[in-house]
């Protein structure tokens, strides 16, 4: 009965798939139906718990909402935690056998989590379910179609890794770092990992896994940052350099990282990144800014960013054309500057269009004679934090909760939050906190 009940869910896939595929046209993130925006919201409500009262909590939480209203969403979260109860910390609630039949029951009602939870049992056996793993992929596949970021991750894994199936190197690589983007940053872990012991060509590639090791530290994830230090400590070529470029570029995006650390990853990239266009735009940005652990210099950031721009790095030109809508080392020139800003803005500069956001949301408070533009401040900052920008996520959550450029959407504002309090973003927990109790999704 179980097996005719997945062979009819698997079936629906397929059919849900292509039904999806066109309602994707429809939306864009973070929007997403109502059934994964209530799944959202569970989601970020029951991290919180576990991430601030533990594991006993967590589990509280979660029996209370099994027994008041078995939703989708709830469904799924019991089951994830109850099919890989040492992973969370927290005791299974449910046997394997319930897990499977209330899997694809959420499936059915629309979940992405219970998807991509069973795709991951079927695909590894996991608790002793039957091992599936063309219903694996198929799941999976299903997971991505309703957008769940961790899913795209993983399945870009396994496209570079020609696992299950999926050999697609190159696109794996896309969807790792789309998935990232949008908040889920274990691709850049499996990756990472798989270059680091054993890259698909057969042999360890301990440089291309530093690069993922970096993108995954500004993701704030704690194993990038271990990694980093740990073959910077091995000497690993570039390895400390990358690390120090890591800790600056946080910093300079808005993490907390205490001063004096700052200042010595700082001085680090003075004396051995001049040949490294990345180091030379964080070195600029650090002069640029000034504050608690760099001296502002302006003249000095105009240099660095020259440096880097005669590398054709297109972040040292975004620097340059807002130092000249600042007037900044120069003359000021605002139609100038701004059009060049916008131009890379749309192009795909993340930070040009971060910035953007930023002038349009508060006009002449940061850019002299900018006026606010809230449909502009919305549409920039939505560019840019569906491009992984952590700032641009918290400006767009503020968007969303004041109606700017947009109407009010307590959900999408919450949803937002929580990516920018994931990452590390000062006060986007309280924030989060004081919009959850207006986050309802009818």
């Known amino acids: 009965m179980k097996r005719l009940l997945l062979c009819c869910v698997l079936w629906g896939v397929s059919f849900a798939g292509a039904v999806f595929g066109e309602a994707t046209q429809i939306y864009r993130w973070p929007d997403a139906p109502p059934v994964i925006l209530r799944e959202d919201l569970f989601g970020i409500r029951f991290r919180l718990v576990l991430q601030d009262k533990g594991a006993v909590a967590a589990e509280k939480f979660l029996r209370a909402a099994w027994e008041k209203d078995r939703a989708p969403e709830v469904k799924a979260y019991v089951a994830w935690v109850s099919l890989w109860p040492a992973a969370w910390g927290v005791n299974a609630l449910i046997p ?98 798989s270059f680091e012991r054993d890259s698909r060509f057969g042999v360890p590639m301990p440089g291309v896994a530093l690069e993922y090791y970096y993108l995954l530290a500004l993701e704030n994830d704690g194993l990038g940052w271990k990694k980093l230090q740990e073959l910077a400590e091995k000497k690993v070529p570039r390895a400390a350099l990358l690390h120090a470029l890591a800790k600056v570029r946080f910093a300079n995006e808005g993490g907390f990282i205490v001063p004096s650390v700052v200042r010595r990853h700082l001085a680090f990239l003075e004396k051995e990144g001049q ?142 939050y929580w990516i920018a309090t994931d990452y590390g973003y000062y006060g986007a927990k309280e924030d989060l906190v004081r919009q959850l109790p207006f986050a309802k999704v009818p």
């Open 275 to 416: 040949d490294e266009p990345r180091a030379q735009v964080e070195l600029g940005v650090a002069k640029l800014r000034g504050g608690d652990f760099s001296r502002r210099d302006v003249e000095a950031a105009k240099r660095h960013f020259e440096r880097a721009l005669a590398h054709g790095n297109d972040e040292a030109r975004f620097f340059l054309a807002y130092m000249r809508v600042r007037g900044l080392a120069g003359p000021q020139d605002l139609a100038g500057g701004l059009q060049e800003m916008t131009a890379l803005a749309d192009a795909g500069n993340v930070r040009a269009a971060s910035r953007l956001g930023y002038f349009y949301y508060w006009g002449t408070a940061d850019a002299g004679k900018i006026p606010k533009d809230p449909a502009k401040a919305f549409h920039y900052a939505r560019m840019a934090a569906e491009a992984g920008s952590k700032p641009a996520a918290m400006n767009l959550a503020h968007c969303y909760k004041h109606g700017i450029g947009t109407k009010e959407n307590y959900v999408l504002a919450a949803k937002l």
């Open 96 to 193: 394997p056998a319930e897990c499977e039949r209330v899997l694809l029951e959420a499936i059915e009602e629309g979940s992405a989590v219970a998807a991509d939870v069973l795709a991951r049992a079927r695909l590894y056996g996991q608790a002793g379910l039957a091992r599936d793993e063309a219903a694996g992929v198929k799941l999976l596949d299903l997971a991505v179609e309703r957008g769940l970021p961790r899913a795209l991750a993983r399945r870009g894994s396994y496209r570079i890794r020609g696992q299950h199936g999926l050999p697609d190197a190159q696109l794996g690589y896309a969807e790792v770092r789309r998935a990232a983007a949008l908040g889920s940053a274990i691709g850049l872990v499996e990756v990472a990992e």
